[in-house]
């Protein structure tokens, strides 16, 4: 069974830096096209970025220039590097899954989500 568990959120002064983890199993990680997304309460989830088996990424916007999305075929762990963090990015923060060789930035793609892991960024 697809399980996708997410560690590394907490609390962080803007401007700061933290990493999100994301430990995946029970599915053929290296074939799988993985995502980062977020969501306040009230609003929609939203893409962060995303990542295709061949490496190729995709980024909003927002997370250009800031974040970086990677992952580790040989530990079955997709990696979301957050730095110059801002107050606006304070959200919780999930992974997920979906089979394909592309990348996406709608959540309505992915198939298989982490627990979640918020992040709190003060002023």
């Known amino acids: 069974r697809e399980h996708l568990v997410i560690s590394g959120g907490g609390p962080v002064q803007a401007g700061g830096s933290l990493r999100l983890s994301c430990a995946a199993s029970?599915?053929?990680?290296?074939?799988?096209?993985m995502g980062w997304f977020r969501q306040v309460p009230g609003k929609e989830r939203e893409a962060v970025a995303s990542i295709a088996p061949d490496g190729s990424t995709l980024y909003t916007d927002s997370a250009k220039g800031r974040f970086t999305i990677s992952k580790d075929n040989a530990n079955n762990t997709l990696y979301l590097q957050m730095n110059k963090l801002k107050p606006e990015d304070t959200a919780m923060y999930y992974c997920a899954a979906k089979t394909g060789w592309l990348p996406s930035l709608h959540a309505t793609d992915f198939n298989y989500w982490g627990q979640g892991t918020q992040v709190t960024v003060s002023s």
């Open positions: 029970g599915f053929d990680f290296t074939g799988y096209d």
